[in-house]
């Protein structure tokens, strides 16, 4: 497809895959910054402070993530991990990362856990649903091989594709893509018109995106298998987890706590 935009000056380039990322960053920043203002639980400082402290932890937790599911490409050359340019990011390890750390960040400045993941909940799969273009151009996260009559089929022949060149195969980013916009659509009117208790809508969000990676996953052409699963990744036993958490999560904050008509987007 088309990996790189703009020639900037020698090795810099505005890329396709690191534009994309942006363009969801900002549009979830935008989204996730007038529902705040709306609700007023935080100050736009709070607000702004949080996002940085996701940043960086999506950061961490997405590298982390792709070195432990592709440590053969860092082998005698560990350096190469401190530069987010070389390899990429593994989105399940953003998910954990940004919970994990801007959980303790709430927890410390006495900020109400749930309801600030609760929101970012509800525009975190539209945010994955552009990203995911930026895969698509730059040719990561490629399908398997498939028929040159299957409809559906993608074909990459720029050189500098992360993807196998001139073979057909499965469109998995836009699969990732589409079901990401149906996690955000379902999400949204779930928050709209049924969550009642903080945490329910974090961890649907979760129950979906980890079921639509697991799935999708059996038709990618990178995924790294387990030795003793030969038929799973460890994007997908990752999946399962957090698939499990999300569930029990689900049951665990319906059953405990009060009903809260802040929950519901008006």
Same mark, same amino acid.
């Given at each position: 497809?088309?990996?790189?935009?703009?020639?900037?000056?020698?090795?810099?380039?505005?890329? $396709?895959?690191?534009?994309?990322? !942006? #363009?969801? %960053?900002?549009?979830?920043?935008? =989204?996730?910054?007038?529902? &705040?203002?709306?609700?007023?639980?935080?100050?736009?400082?709070?607000?702004?402070?949080?996002?940085?402290?996701?940043?960086?932890?999506?950061?961490?937790?997405?590298?982390?993530?792709?070195?432990?599911?592709?440590?053969?490409?860092?082998?005698?050359?560990?350096?190469?991990?401190?530069?987010?340019?070389?390899?990429?990011?593994?989105?399940?390890?953003?998910?954990?990362?940004?919970?994990?750390?801007?959980?303790?960040?709430?927890?410390?400045?006495?900020?109400?856990?749930?309801?600030?993941?609760?929101?970012?909940?509800?525009?975190?799969?539209?945010?994955?649903?552009?990203?995911?273009?930026?895969?698509?151009?730059?040719?990561?996260?490629?399908?398997?091989?498939? $028929?040159?009559?299957?409809?559906? !089929? #993608?074909? %990459?022949?720029?050189?500098?594709? =992360?993807?196998?060149?001139? &073979?057909?195969?499965?469109?998995?980013?836009?699969?990732?893509?589409?079901?990401?916009?149906?996690?955000?659509?379902?999400?949204?009117?779930?928050?709209?018109?049924?969550?009642?208790?903080?945490?329910?809508?974090?961890?649907?969000?979760?129950?979906?995106?980890?079921?639509?990676?697991?799935?999708?996953?059996?038709?990618?052409?990178?995924?790294?298998?387990?030795?003793?699963?030969?038929?799973?990744?460890?994007?997908?036993?990752?999946?399962?987890?957090?698939?499990?958490?999300?569930?029990?999560?689900?049951?665990?904050?319906?059953?405990?706590?009060?009903?809260?008509?802040?929950?519901?987007?008006?």
């Amino acid at each position: 497809m088309f990996p790189r935009i703009f020639h900037i000056y020698g090795p810099l380039w505005i890329n $396709s895959y690191g534009l994309m990322i !942006a #363009v969801g %960053f900002l549009v979830f920043v935008f =989204l996730m910054y007038k529902h &705040i203002k709306k609700t007023k639980i935080i100050s736009s400082n709070q607000f702004f402070n949080i996002i940085f402290v996701g940043l960086i932890g999506g950061i961490v937790g997405g590298r982390i993530f792709f070195l432990l599911t592709n440590w053969e490409d860092f082998v005698g050359n560990w350096p190469d991990f401190f530069y987010p340019w070389i390899g990429g990011f593994g989105i399940l390890g953003v998910i954990i990362g940004v919970i994990v750390v801007v959980s303790f960040y709430l927890k410390i400045n006495k900020i109400p856990i749930l309801h600030i993941l609760d929101i970012a909940a509800i525009y975190a799969p539209l945010f994955q649903s552009i990203a995911r273009i930026g895969c698509f151009l730059a040719g990561c996260c490629y399908g398997i091989p498939v $028929s040159n009559h299957f409809k559906l !089929a #993608v074909i %990459f022949t720029n050189p500098h594709s =992360l993807a196998p060149l001139n &073979i057909p195969l499965h469109p998995t980013q836009i699969y990732l893509s589409l079901t990401s916009l149906f996690v955000f659509l379902i999400v949204f009117l779930f928050s709209k018109y049924f969550a009642s208790k903080f945490g329910q809508i974090l961890f649907t969000y979760l129950f979906l995106e980890s079921l639509s990676r697991f799935t999708v996953d059996f038709w990618r052409g990178d995924r790294v298998l387990i030795a003793c699963f030969s038929f799973l990744s460890y994007s997908q036993v990752t999946a399962f987890i957090i698939f499990v958490f999300a569930l029990a999560g689900f049951i665990y904050v319906t059953k405990k706590y009060k009903i809260s008509k802040k929950v519901i987007i008006r």
